[in-house]
């Protein structure tokens, strides 16, 4: 079983680190090398890959250096024109072992196109496609896009942990207020997430199970946010609820 640890960068990144029980590891996601390598030297951990969940440089800006220090390393990401430095490219529904787990690469556009989520032992490395509370904004994709891969990842069994790559849970938690004010699953996160960030403590991973109660994106078939949205109406598709939850939140 690995086991995952948060590795704080910038002002709200987290590089996931996830490492097995011979002090191996992998990292998702290193926008900077420079918390990765203190970490690395500080707990013993000899590096041995990278996941990419996609291309925006806080998310990719720390591969180059980590080359630096461990030329083998073993990257992989999206296999388009965007990722050079992956020398391990995915397709979407491969799957391929690490550490002698078993991962599966979702295809999850919305927030870039080509953008890619991974699923091992009941964990999900999502980018900035899901948030907690929240989803990403569609710099390059389609709402409808958007909308389906959500939905792909809420198929998932609501166990599963889902870690984010930002800590924008109480800014999220604000919006998703706006939208369902008397929802009580919503009302009780929030004072739990407020309780965490006071102790300077992540709020993730969350779970899709929670995700599924709190997260406005995620309920866009629910008629209190249909109705949200709608100035009182349940009648507009789930696509189209979405989009205008997006569209409000970019706003909000």
Known sequence: MLSVTSIPAFNDNYIWLLKNDDNHCVVVDPGDAKPVLETLNNEGLTLNGVLVTHHHNDHIGGIRTLLEHFPALSIYGPATARFPMVNHPLKYGQSFTLFNTDFTVFHV?????????YYAEGMLFCGDTLFSAGCGRL???TPKQMHQS????????????VFCAHEYTLSNLKFALAVEPNNTALNEYVVEAKAL?????PTLPSSIGKEKCINPFLRAHIDSVKAAVSQGATDSTDTETFAALRRWKDEF
């Open 109 to 117: 556009p919305g927030h870039t196109l080509d953008h890619i989520a």
């Open 197 to 201: 960030r006071e102790k300077n403590t």
């Open 139 to 141: 710099f390059e994709g």
């Open 150 to 161: 959500l939905t792909h990842l809420a198929s998932l069994p609501d166990d599963t942990l």
